[in-house]
């Protein structure tokens, strides 16, 4: 199989550069040392214990689900041999205890596996997220800390841009473009391990004589290895395998929209669009979807140019290209008349 591509790396970065260069470039990018001088990576630096007796400074005994699987299944959080369930279990637990546990079976050979997924840090260790800020986004940006011992976490997408940050343990990060989703072998969309679509395919192991496509992907692969401290950038709906080691390792990420999607307007965002058409335009015939098929390429992706150049400045309505406030309403209400609101 062809060897992953590394992800390009950035050594320095300022808020205002992030923004206005890195993220139009769309390309998921490693930030090596962004978070270097936290507190928190340095305790991590430590040990694990320390580490843990620094999250134990913040910890009030707010509550965290916790996904428990047994040492069988490798700490890969999957489907169940069935596929009509997951193995792995969730279970409530105040953090603290948690943290005692993973130390407890820090030496174990083949511990059992715990992950505590997707969880919002200001509510369980209130004042972390102050010590331990990121300076390249706006502080109105709730941090999330992913926390357990060694897991993998099969090939998804986020729904948003996302910066992730390694404070404890390693992380190796597979990442495949958007444009790979018809090789990747995608789960179901509305039944997920934990949100997000997943795709079917092991990475350390895949079987290419029933996911033969996933060949193709490989060839598209980045790789990024990421030590505490060092951050990697993902724009939203790239595919990205994460594996993390250590007995006790920690990532905190931040989910953001870009500038030109946040205000999401009446017809919010672009998955409920994918869902309206998985909805009322798949179930078309082949000829119906090919005579949509073009008023999409044409209007929403261009294929011919701006498709309302030919219209006369002032004349656009919801053609017009420019996220202002006027032409938001002018899509609201055009929204709302087709929709049969007004």
Do not use: C
Request: proline share 9%.
């Amino acid at each position: 199989m062809t060897s992953p591509g590394r992800l390009s790396e950035i050594l320095e970065i300022d808020a205002e550069t992030f923004a206005r260069d890195l993220t139009p470039l769309y390309q998921p990018t490693v930030l090596r040392g962004v978070a270097r001088d936290w507190p928190a990576v340095q305790a991590a630096r430590t040990s694990p214990q320390a580490l843990a007796n620094y999250l134990k400074r913040f910890d009030r005994g707010a509550m965290v689900e916790a996904m428990l699987g047994a040492p069988a299944i490798g700490g890969r959080f999957f489907y169940d041999e069935g596929g009509r369930g997951m193995n792995f279990d969730r279970r409530p637990a105040p953090l603290s205890p948690v943290l005692d546990e993973l130390l407890r079976l820090a030496d174990h050979p083949e511990p059992p596996a715990i992950y505590v997924g997707s969880t919002p840090i200001a509510p369980v260790l209130p004042g972390f997220e102050r010590d331990n800020a990121l300076d390249l986004l706006d502080d109105k940006i709730a941090p999330r800390l992913w926390l357990g011992n060694a897991s993998t976490i099969q090939t998804h997408h986020d729904m948003s841009d996302n910066i992730a940050v390694v404070v404890g343990g390693q992380r190796r990060f597979t990442l495949f473009p958007p444009d790979q989703v018809g090789n990747l072998y995608i789960g179901p969309l509305d039944f997920t391990p934990a949100g997000r679509p997943v795709s079917l395919v092991s990475l350390d192991s895949p079987d290419l004589e029933r996911f033969p496509k996933f060949a193709q992907a490989l060839e598209t692969a980045l790789v990024a290895e990421l030590e505490p401290g060092d951050a990697i950038y993902i724009p939203t709906l790239w595919w990205h395998h994460v594996q993390a080691t250590g007995p006790l390792n920690l990532l905190v990420n931040y989910w953001w929209e870009p500038a030109d999607m946040a205000s999401g307007g009446f017809g919010g965002q672009p998955f409920d669009a994918f869902v309206h058409a998985l909805r009322n335009v798949r179930r078309l015939p082949a000829k119906r979807r090919n005579a949509w098929r073009a008023f999409f390429e044409h209007y929403i992706f261009h294929a011919n140019g701006d498709p309302a150049e030919h219209i006369p400045e002032g004349r656009r309505g919801v053609l017009e290209n420019k996220p202002d406030a006027t032409r938001e309403a002018e899509m609201t209400a055009f929204l709302r008349r087709v929709l049969g609101r007004d």
